[in-house]
């Protein structure tokens, strides 16, 4: 009799329970046909082929943002500098638009002033961050131009792409995508972004004069010239500091012509011998399967 | 009258024994003397001389540039050199220009007329002599002295301050000033006053100065037309600060952004005040300054008369050297715990030199940054009131927005929230960071809005 008793009580409850869920469930359900929000499901869909990184480099706040006015604000796919060509043809594709092809750009630090060749003048005894360091005196290195060495670009760089390697940012170009983040950063200013298919660089920044450029570094252009001779066309000399002006047409074997003395001038190559480049490239896909 | 006493500082060790009640001293002539050109907050002069031109004591070198900017004179009668780059005082390399003393006569130029009769001679003159002698704040910011006479007319200032407070441990040049030319002090004061219309003038100094509060109490008696009022002041760090020295003084609250001139104060140290009166009654101007030069390494501590433009080196070797069994860790500009370490022998002696501070090594903490220990310590000390540990946490991690909120920009920069913290975090430092972030992004924004 008691058993029975609670088996209907039991019963009763479970009914109740279940009348109110479907009660509110037919309330939400009304409150989403007149009130629900029309998303556009591209949007979604083209956040998923954006790199994700959040870098910032196309003016929106984050991947999200910028999907959103690519479908809604009409905005070009080639704002993202990180977008890869395959990503932005399906992107395209969703659109039922083409877009033109971006040139691809990558950061590259005009320095080679590393713990051995750049001289130390003052021990630098606070915090290890570049602005903080040029706030006060820009670190230890005497040259007051050159690479201050203690990794804000590295640290803020959304794609890994920089490396401190003995007290000297160095871009790795298979990384880069060029969005500018380390360029806005630095506060030497020495970060450039140039055409992805450089192949050589003249590593110095210091608009200092020759002598004083050499009393602080070992690696510093000494403005002679040479490169210039050889090559009246692929470079610019202002002052006592020369700059290449069309470093994707640049050759090994020119650059063997021109034997720069001071070895400033040099390609972008021999920053990453093979092992190193392979190690590197290895690195982010690793880190794409775990994000999955 | 009642003192106030601020809240928060502390007191340090202050060593002021090593240098204090020596007999004020000078340096040889030297061969060469180079002479930074930007030795003032705001523009650089013009140079205004070129190479060979022969210069006396005294004459004008480089005119003022445009805004906030003083003259500059030469230190000593020589030819002028080459302009070269030396590694300055705040670090980094900074335009100077050499001036050589080969064979010249010592002489002053006489291009300034002494103003003997300074009561009677109207104001704008008076102000005009204060900008052609390149008078600078003298403590350490070289502030422009003519700029802080002229307060704007909506702004009714009722109070000069004579600052003599000289906090900074280790430095005593201000006390020996005080002890031993209180009287031209005091007139410099009076000029001042003179000029901002005023009669009431307070001479703060700490209480652990008895000879120069002795002193400046002797010479008010003498100066009429002003109502001097000498104030022994508690021995605590940072005394000297602008604000806390008003408070201390009159009880008025100089609040975040506003300045001095808003609660009706004018604040001078007495260096600049001594050269005011140099620049007046003598018609010098500002060339020399007494510098500080101690610490334990030095075989002879003392105040020295230094041309501006004397190079470290040159200093150091007059001063008696370095003692011979001693390992120095640290070379300070100014006091040691807002001044600035040095790397070159080379640098310059300019205005605002206030002390030269040798440090042995054992004596030198090095930065080890640790995290937060969330004691409390900096906030209970900080003069500004300021909730340092979360203020130090937010600049770390990059969130100036609310440093920024929390007033990271009323930070006086004294070091007494670092060198009382535990973990020896680098207070400072960040929040002389996050102000020149917020300095950029404001800038950014304001091109933003063109």
Not at chain 2, 232 to 256: D, M, N
Not at chain 2, 391 to 418: F, M, P, T, W
Not at chain 2, 431 to 437: G, I, M, V, W
Request: charged letters at 25%; aromatic letters at 6%; glycine letters at 10%.
């Amino acid at each position: 009799m008691v058993a029975a008793l609670i088996a209907a009580e039991l019963l009763m409850t479970g009914l109740i329970i279940g009348i109110i869920g479907l009660f509110l469930g037919c309330v939400i359900g009304i409150v989403v046909l007149f009130f629900s929000v029309k998303s556009d499901d591209r949007i979604e869909r083209i956040t998923e082929l954006l790199p994700g990184a959040n870098c910032g480099g196309c003016g929106y706040a984050g991947c999200g943002d910028f999907a959103r006015a690519i479908v809604e604000d009409g905005a070009d796919v080639t704002g993202c500098v990180a977008c890869n060509e395959a990503s932005a043809k399906e992107i395209g594709e969703i659109l039922g638009k083409e877009f033109a092809a971006r040139e691809k750009k990558v950061a590259v630090v005009y320095c080679s002033g590393d713990r051995d060749r750049a001289i130390h003048c003052a021990e630098y005894n606070g915090l290890s961050d570049c602005r903080a360091a040029a706030a006060y005196a820009g670190g230890g290195k005497g040259c007051r131009y050159g690479c201050v060495g203690m990794g804000t670009c590295a640290r803020n760089c959304p794609f890994g792409a920089i490396e401190i390697r003995n007290g000297l940012a160095i871009v790795h170009p298979d990384l880069c995508v060029g969005c500018g983040k380390c360029v806005e950063l630095c506060p030497r200013k020495l970060i450039h972004l140039v055409p992805a298919d450089s192949k050589a660089h003249i590593y110095c920044n210091s608009l200092e004069k020759t002598v004083v450029k050499r009393k602080v570094c070992k690696a510093g252009c000494i403005g002679c010239k040479k490169c210039v001779k050889a090559f009246p066309d692929l470079f610019n000399a202002a002052g006592g500091l020369v700059r290449v002006v069309e470093p994707e047409k640049l050759t090994g074997e020119d650059l063997e012509k021109i034997a720069c003395p001071v070895h400033v001038l040099h390609l972008v190559e021999e920053d990453f011998p093979a092992w190193q480049k392979r190690e590197k490239t290895q690195e982010p896909e690793a880190e794409k399967e775990k994000n999955i | 009258m009642k003192i106030y006493n601020f809240k928060g500082g502390f007191h340090p060790a202050d060593h002021k024994e090593l240098s204090a009640g020596k007999k004020e001293r000078e340096l040889p002539l030297l061969p060469k003397y180079t002479v930074i050109l930007r030795q003032n907050v705001g523009s650089a002069p013009e140079l205004c001389v070129k190479k060979g031109d022969i210069v006396k004591k005294g004459t004008l070198i480089a005119k003022e540039g445009a805004g906030l900017s003083v003259p500059l004179h030469s230190p000593v009668s020589g030819r002028v050199g080459d302009t070269v780059l030396v590694p300055g005082p705040n670090a980094g390399m900074v335009e100077a220009v050499e001036i050589l003393t080969d064979r010249e006569e010592q002489v002053w130029d006489t291009s300034l007329p002494p103003i003997p009769d300074w009561r009677d001679t109207p104001v704008k003159i008076l102000k005009q002599r204060i900008l052609d002698g390149g008078v600078t704040g003298m403590g350490g910011a070289a502030f422009p002295t003519h700029i802080k006479l002229s307060p704007p007319p909506e702004k009714i200032v009722d109070t000069l301050i004579l600052n003599g407070a000289e906090c900074e441990p280790y430095l005593t040049s201000d006390d020996t000033l005080m002890r031993n030319h209180a009287r031209a002090v005091l007139v410099g004061g009076a000029i001042c006053a003179k000029i901002l219309g005023i009669t009431e003038i307070y001479v703060g100094i700490e209480e652990n100065k008895p000879e120069a509060i002795q002193s400046v109490e002797q010479a008010s008696w003498g100066i009429p037309g002003v109502n001097i009022t000498v104030k022994a002041l508690p021995v605590k760090y940072p005394q000297g600060g602008e604000k806390q020295l008003i408070y201390a003084l009159t009880g008025r609250k100089v609040i975040v952004g506003a300045l001095p001139m808003d609660v009706g104060c004018v604040v001078i140290n007495v260096g600049s005040c001594y050269a005011i009166w140099d620049a007046v009654l003598n018609g010098h101007p500002l060339v020399e300054r007494i510098t500080t030069v101690t610490g334990t390494p030095v075989v002879d501590p003392g105040n020295y008369w230094i041309p501006i433009g004397a190079p470290l080196s040159a200093v150091l070797e007059n001063a008696g050297g370095v003692k011979a069994d001693s390992r120095t860790g640290k070379i300070i500009f100014g006091g040691p715990m807002m001044g600035f370490a040095q790397y070159s022998l080379d640098v310059p002696v300019s205005k605002n030199t206030s002390g030269i501070l040798l440090l042995e090594e054992s004596e030198v903490a090095q930065f080890t940054g640790g995290p937060c220990l969330s004691c409390g310590r900096c906030v209970e000390h900080c003069p500004m009131q300021l909730p340092v540990s979360t203020l130090s946490k937010a600049c770390k991690n990059e969130r100036y927005d609310i440093a920024l909120q929390k007033h990271v920009l009323a930070c006086l920069e004294c070091g007494v929230c670092s060198s009382v913290c535990p973990a020896r975090r680098p207070n400072v430092q960040h929040f002389r960071k996050a102000k020149t972030e917020l300095k950029e992004l404001s800038w950014k924004e304001k091109n933003k809005q063109k």
